[in-house]
Structure formats: structure tokens, C-alpha cells
């Protein structure tokens, strides 16, 4: 839990489940940094949809097409598609809209090009105008 907030800006609560993971070592961390810890339900893993959802797109978005080769490689991809998730990525229930919001760029001129950036090491892209040359 301490190198999930290694600046010292942690959250008010942690919503959890209910895995042995979460014991009475573990919550005392929590309760020591300051953090609530709120359970979900026992079998009730709706409760927690958001993070759920969050789970599912990175396993399917991420995980499902780069094999990570450490802990570090892993620590990078996940750093890298956080950024993704949050600035490039359109997200339905905010109307197409990204997290963080975004600009939406007219059509700067006739001879402009539409670029793929990529992102997450290729595996996904963010798309601009550009001028042709």
C-alpha cells in the first residue's frame, strides 16, 4: 500500500473486496495512513463496478495483446496505458469524451492529414491533424 502513494496523497477510502489479501496486517496499514477502509458485500462484486470495469479494459485493452517480461515491464505498460485511459481514450457513459477531457480539433486546412501518435508502445493510438509538408 505504501508504494501505491509513495507522495504521500492517498485516498480518503479504499473500497475493497472481500479477499484474504485484505487481513488485519494489511488494514492496519490502510487505518495508518489515514485511509477508510469500506468492503463491499460479501459475493457482491456490482458494488465495485467501476474498478471492475477498469480490470476488464486493461486486461483486454493491455494484457490481452503484450506479455509482460518483469515486474518493471509491467509497472511501465500499466504507467503507460493509466495515460492512455485517461487523456486518448473515449469513454461512452461521458459521451464519447476522455476522463481528462480533450480539445477537438477542426480540420486546420484541405491538405491536412490525419496522424496516428501511438500509445501504450504502439498497441493503441491518438489521432491529430497535421499540415502536409
Known amino acids: ?10 485516498p480518503r477510502y479504499l473500497i475493497h473486496d472481500n479477499d484474504k489479501k485484505f487481513g488485519k496486517r494489511v488494514l492496519s496499514v ?20 467501476l474498478c471492475e470495469r477498469w480490470i476488464l479494459s486493461c486486461r483486454n485493452e493491455l494484457l490481452g495483446h503484450v506479455v509482460p ?6 509497472r511501465r505498460l500499466l504507467h503507460e496505458y493509466v495515460g492512455y485511459y485517461h ?3 473515449t469513454h461512452l457513459r461521458l459521451a464519447k469524451e476522455t476522463p481528462m477531457g480533450r480539445e477537438s480539433a477542426p480540420k ?14 504502439g498497441v493503441h493510438h491518438r489521432y491529430e491533424w497535421r499540415d502536409a509538408a
Open 87 to 89: 487523456e486518448d481514450r
Open 69 to 74: 517480461l518483469s515486474e518493471a515491464h509491467l
Open 108 to 121: 486546420p486546412s484541405a491538405t491536412a492529414k490525419v496522424v496516428a501518435l501511438p500509445r501504450v508502445g
Open 1 to 10: 500500500m505504501r508504494e501505491a502513494f509513495p507522495y504521500g496523497e492517498v
Open 30 to 49: 490502510i487505518q495508518g495512513m489515514g485511509i477508510k477502509s469500506k468492503p463491499t458485500t460479501y459475493r457482491s462484486p456490482w458494488q465495485n463496478g
